[in-house]
């Protein structure tokens, strides 16, 4: 049969469409039976496959026979239901579905003119979403606020660490005019996090080039909270010092053990010194949705300039999905606008309408609220929270089983469902354990450092992950080595 | 039938992923018989969908339903035959069946580690990409520099940026060790740039901090190409007033109307300053695949820090896709890199491995490679090739029966798939024909400001695009008001 190049043939995408599917329905279906972490040896992946690219079509089957013979034996299985590092990075039909369709209609929403559906649909599903989380209304679109999605709480990060750096110093960096030599010397800012916050806003402070050595880094209690009142001496030390605090980056989930900052006290102190407060909520923010969970994670937040947290790690929409709040998206807007001429509308220079590019580092976007609408509409609030709730419960059994072996500790409590655990004998003995547990490829850790020492981290949230898997985990990590 | 609220049956997968993949055929086989600009006006997408999150799950085909009676209606049609505006985000089978592959996979490529596939076919089809247009060795993986995709080319030239205003001033803002108060100061660094140069550069320079007021930009000749001389002119004037110069922006295919920055003689310029040199090639990039047309293209690359441009623009892969090669890693590697214990890996520490993670400015990174590779082996070279030549060709045929009508002339010579013109009585009836053409719904084609006219662009490159609707364009256009 001749190959057809045809670079869309609607019958030919059909055809080839269902075989992919197929494979994935399959993979989806088998996966528990693969050790979760690759095997592969650096370069063996590239290998096994040509040097050069080809020049004539190769048919959808040869790309499908390599996916098998080459792609996942060198994959790590994050959707494996035996998956327990990191975060998890759970995604769902409904999600895989969304992307297809974002993919399939291939359009632009880096204005709201060039798709208007695009803009529209991601302003009402985040206003949704706010809803959902028992967020204030600072952050509806509805006022001087609103939400939008970037990939990740990264680019989340840095876009809130430009906003805030343009409103501390009076947007010098964002203007064409020439600006004074008195203008407001960048490296006079100071941003404050805890030692326990994630690498995301050290990394922001240096691409916006305030430097990575202008972030404080506050102690936090042993549960990885920050503590409110070093935080409060390191700010007017620095006042004292003739620099000014600008930002402070509370977290409600660290990564390593799931701590919560106590927000609302942070609020008091950067309220002080009007410091921008960006609340990272990437992994627990989706326990918001649960209103007897949802306390301490949305506590403070009617007082933080912008909060954040992913759907692409327990909310079940694919990676990359990170929702972002702003109160106020005046300092957001000029920091990032450009309004290059052949971009002007009519519709933009109304003003009544959202051009999303001015939110964010890129200019092109393309439709990720789908995948969002798609997964709250198709799997429905009530299933997200049933879902969590059993993470929750999980996470609790499992730390039961832990105390009760005389080998183990809790290194802190358990955090909604991330459980932080070592063995009483010290590092050596938790390493190896670790490195055991992860070589025989039924489950899979990652590990973290708390309070100087090594912890291992069963973070529960994956879409096929059953009690079942969490028993297993714990089978693998309490057998005699 | 109960609503199974399964996160992921396979079944239900498949039964549903069917009925999407028959929707994006039919939409793919209807999309020529809609008007390709939305005419929806602001705020009716969301006026016909619900205020508040579903609690309780609902069908696909509920979903499928809003999408054809609210989502579509709000779309301007990328992919329909008749959408000549901006410049073609061109898609194809292949490159969404990757897209659908990612999704389905959902794992994650932050370090090597985490899924070393996702790494290792990254760095395979960027060095197959590097071959295929000719560029040169440095931008080999197998030398000091290589190849990341970047979400757009915005976020490329970020990175480049930020690189380049490290390796100036000795890397002050990527340690965390603090810095002297005698570190360089940002304020003394200086960007070159023309006046036809996107508008990201601007933007990155003040989310880098150093400030938009610190891009120059550089006159051109009548095809927007960047006077070398009077680049020289305007970075020795600075270092005599004490600023450093750092980075040089060239272009290749200017967003206007494709001009090609002479980069040779900009390389000679940058080199005396030791500025970093970055190539944007965004759209013009595809074209370097065919030999007879690559020549201005990638001249001068040989001497350039980084290069750049978007298969997901012209060479039929969805967005997102940029493609960034850069010379020398280290200085991007330096200035983005984060060590948190919770990534450390045997296989990081061993240098063996690249980590994508430190290549840009998010951590999380989705499987993008497969949509890469699978267009590259599905469609092939030659295919891709064949299509670039038949659109240059068709542009030069249009640019033809423009200058055989009085009323029109070209503004800029034709530029490989681009077509710049306007009529010759003026900007008011120019605009009033882009109206008039846009408002019909046949075609779509954008404006920009040229040598300070109004122009109509022509950019021809869509997947469904045939010569027909290069001529239906031209009949709407010369078609009396």
Not at 118 to 130: G, I, P
């Amino acid at each position: 049969m001749p190959h057809e190049p045809a670079a869309f043939d609607p019958e030919r995408f059909r055809r080839e469409a269902r075989a992919v599917v197929d494979w994935i329905a399959d993979y989806w279906s088998s996966v528990a039976a693969r050790p979760v972490q690759s095997q592969a040896d650096p370069g063996w992946v590239r290998s096994q496959l040509p040097t050069h690219a080809p020049e004539s079509p190769e048919p959808l089957e040869a790309v499908l026979a390599d996916l098998d013979r080459v792609i996942l034996p060198g994959l790590t299985h994050w959707q494996h239901p035996g998956f327990f590092g990191y975060f998890p990075a759970s995604t769902s039909g409904p999600s895989i579905l969304g992307e297809l369709l974002s993919a399939g209609l291939g359009v632009q929403g880096m204005l709201w003119a060039t798709s208007p559906a695009c803009t529209e649909l991601e302003t009402l599903v985040l206003d949704w979403l706010r809803e959902l989380l028992g967020l204030p209304d600072r952050f509806a679109s509805s006022g001087a606020g609103g939400g939008v999605i970037q990939d990740s709480a990264s680019s989340g990060v840095l876009c809130a660490l430009v906003a805030a750096r343009e409103r501390a110093t009076g947007f010098p960096h964002a203007t064409q005019r020439p600006q004074p030599d008195t203008r407001p010397d960048p490296r006079a800012l100071v941003a404050y996090a805890s030692t326990a916050t994630h690498s995301s806003v050290e990394k922001g402070l240096g691409i916006a080039g305030i430097g990575r050595d202008r972030l404080r880094r506050i102690p936090t209690d042993a549960a990885e909270a920050m503590d409110p009142t070093a935080l409060a001496t390191a700010m007017e030390a620095d006042v004292r010092a003739g620099l000014v605090p600008f930002f402070v980056a509370a977290t409600v989930g660290t990564t390593a053990c799931g701590g919560v900052d106590p927000v609302p006290q942070l609020a008091d102190v950067a309220g002080r010194h009007r410091a921008w407060l960006h609340v990272d909520a990437a992994w627990a923010g989706a326990a918001a949705l649960c209103p007897e969970l949802r306390g301490p994670l949305v506590a403070g937040a009617d007082r933080a300039d912008s909060w954040g947290f992913n759907p692409h790690k327990w909310m079940l929409v694919n990676f990359d999905c990170h929702a972002l709040w702003v109160a106020d998206r005046g300092p957001l807007v000029q920091a990032l606008s450009t309004q290059p001429h052949y971009l002007r509308n009519a519709a933009s220079e109304s003003g009544a309408v959202i051009d999303y590019r001015d939110w964010q580092v890129p200019l092109g976007r393309r439709f990720r609220a789908l995948k969002l609408w798609m997964t709250l509409r198709m799997i429905g609030a009530e299933e997200l929270r049933r879902r969590i709730r059993e993470h929750v419960r999980w996470a609790g059994e499992f730390a039961g089983w832990l105390a009760a072996d005389p080998r183990f500790e809790l290194v802190t409590p358990p955090s909604l469902s991330l459980v932080c655990f070592a063995l009483r004998a010290g590092d050596g003995p938790t390493a190896a354990l670790l490195d055991r547990v992860n070589a025989r490829g039924r489950v899979f850790l990652s590990p973290a450092r708390v309070a100087g020492r090594l912890a291992l981290r069963l973070a529960i949230g994956g879409t096929l992950t059953g009690r079942d898997d969490v028993a297993a985990a714990w089978g693998e990590l309490s057998e005699p080595a």
